[in-house]
């Protein structure tokens, strides 16, 4: 069987007994409706994308409540499009991967129209122009990754892509920000009609991002005389252009060879990933966890699609980010930051794998049920202990979610702050709390600090995940043994009243002498994380 259009029809019964469903709208309307009048256009299709809205949509077509499909368009790795969605008549296929090890497969087939985001290529680009002048067109989303959204390196330089673009104006941009830009000034020029652009990234405050980049084009070019003082207006007048923000929760790994296999045994042909020449891994299939959360700030001047019957939410730009923060200070991040360090530690390579170690299970729990819940913001639309129960008993559980904690160990240093100092910060302004009493918040700052010397707990050495920070931290505890002997903690003064780092300072938090015993108990003797992991889950407390 092809995953084609062709062989969808021509195959039909044979991917029913396989036990997959397929899209039941009527294709070539859809197609022709969204040509003519497109609705929605998504930048960056990948994964997610592909394995969430994407499905949202076909929900929505097949259940009549909606008659247009998706255009998509990818502007940093055109392979994508080229190798990828085009010889597959833009579908893809779904597995969706239960924790009881079954399989839900769908043929997602929303996709109407793929396209290249290439000023140098004319037709593609003046086909995504003439999008960008539809009055129809009611919102433009995105998932290009949080650095996506940069127009600045880290020290506060101009991107040389971005400087480019700022300098020569909207004709024939190079930068994806700045592609991105230039269609937007072509809608301004072409009647100004109302659009919602919505970042759908897993970054915080992902709106906001995303106006500032455009901002600064518009800003940019309007000061430089290459476009209409009135373009920048144009950007800022929210009864025209929005940035809704949102907050996205699915997890999608890279394809599986193991889901690879299944399907081939279905009998579909020509499932193999591709990597790309700028080292993108694609695939024909997506697979995913069932689990999935969209909340997006009901902003949208143009009117939007009735996404809220596939189950996503909307609410307001206050509620988003309260939800946002019940995610990335309590319910999920911090539990994976920990489950990340602790696992390098004792020799894990898997999420699902961890959640079968008692002390790792207590470590998440205490994190999330016993020091987080307690100052979370209620966010109103969802419930905080729901959302924790389903992460600790049906998301990190499950088997079939291949994510490791040596990539979640990424960047660490870059987190702590959100994910735990956030926490501390409101145990600050309670007069019922005290920071100084958290037992499992200051046992991950340690382990940090101990995987931050790349020794396991066996004593074999190993190399951290990629951070910023291990230039300038990781001598800090070079000169540190896995031995019983006294060890000078001063050297580490610094590093724990580090606010950028902790969110606080740890020593006014009455956290930093904590930091400081635990740190020495698990750097003891090879073997002394379990045993101090095992001694702080099982009595928290001094």
């Known amino acids: 069987m092809q995953l084609s259009l062709e062989g969808i029809t021509k195959n039909r019964e044979a991917y029913l007994k ?11 309307q859809v197609r022709q409706n969204t040509l003519r009048h497109p609705r929605w256009i998504h930048f960056g299709p990948g994964n997610l994308f592909k394995a969430y809205q994407a499905h949202a949509v076909q929900k929505l077509l097949d ?22 969605s085009l010889p597959h008549d833009n579908l893809t296929i779904l597995a969706t991967l239960n924790p009881d090890f079954s399989i839900e497969k769908t043929v997602i087939a929303s996709i109407m129209e793929s396209l290249i985001l290439d000023s140098d290529n004319e037709e593609q680009f003046l086909r995504l122009k003439g999008i960008f002048t539809s009055p129809s067109l009611q919102l433009a ?21 971005i400087a480019g673009d700022f300098a020569a104006g909207p004709q024939r941009p190079a930068s994806y920000l700045g592609k991105v830009a230039a269609l937007l000034h072509h809608r301004f020029l072409c009647g100004g009609f109302p659009l919602a652009m919505v970042s759908m990234d897993n970054c915080s405050h992902n709106g906001d991002l995303l106006k500032a980049a455009m901002l600064a084009f518009a800003e940019n070019w309007s000061r430089s005389g290459l476009v209409s003082r009135d373009f920048a207006d144009y950007v800022r007048d929210t009864s025209r252009i929005a940035f809704p923000l949102t907050m996205i929760d699915k997890i999608t790994p890279r394809p599986d060879p193991r889901v690879e296999e299944l399907l081939s045994g279905d009998g579909l042909e020509d499932l193999s990933p591709i990597t790309t020449a700028k080292k993108s891994y694609v695939a024909p299939f997506v697979n995913a966890e069932k689990c999935e959360y969209l909340v997006i700030e009901d902003s949208f001047p143009g009117g939007r699609p009735p996404l809220e019957h596939a189950g996503i939410l909307f609410t307001d730009r206050a509620t988003v980010d309260k939800v946002e923060k019940m995610k990335v200070c309590t319910c999920l991040n911090p539990l994976h930051t920990a489950l990340a360090i602790f696992g390098c530690l004792l020799g894990y390579t898997s999420i699902a794998e961890e959640m079968k170690d008692p002390a790792l299970v207590k470590l998440v729990e205490g994190l999330g049920y016993r020091e987080g819940l307690p100052v979370v913001v209620h966010p109103g639309i969802m419930e905080p202990k729901a959302f924790l129960d389903t992460v600790l008993q049906e998301r990190f559980p499950n088997p079939f979610m291949p994510d490791t904690p040596q990539r979640i160990a990424t960047d660490t ?33 340690a382990g940090w600090l101990r995987y931050l010397m790349g020794i396991d707990d066996e004593g074999k050495s190993f190399t951290p995940s990629p951070d910023p920070a291990l230039e300038t931290i990781s001598p800090l505890l070079s000169g540190y043994c896995l031995d019983g002997s006294p060890k000078d903690l001063s050297r580490l003064d610094g590093l724990l009243s580090n606010e950028k780092i902790f969110g606080v300072d740890l020593y006014e938090a ?22 101090t992991l095992e001694k702080y889950t099982e009595s928290p407390g001094l």
């Open 510 to 531: 009455g956290l930093a002498g904590k930091v400081k015993q635990y740190f020495t108990e698990l750097t003891a003797r090879p073997g002394a994380v379990r045993v």
């Open 18 to 28: 396989a036990g997959y469903t397929l899209p039941a709208f009527d294709y070539e």
């Open 413 to 445: 240093s870059q987190k702590l702050s959100v994910r735990f100092g956030e926490t501390i910060k409101a145990y600050g302004k309670r007069r019922d709390l005290d920071s100084s009493g958290l037992t499992l918040i200051p046992l991950v700052f």
């Open 141 to 161: 989303s995105f998932t290009i990754t949080e650095k996506g959204y940069a127009t600045t390196s880290a020290d506060g330089a101009i991107l040389s892509a």
């Open 63 to 84: 259940a009549g409540k909606m008659d247009t499909g998706l255009i998509t368009a990818e502007g940093f790795d055109y392979e994508i499009i080229e190798k990828s």
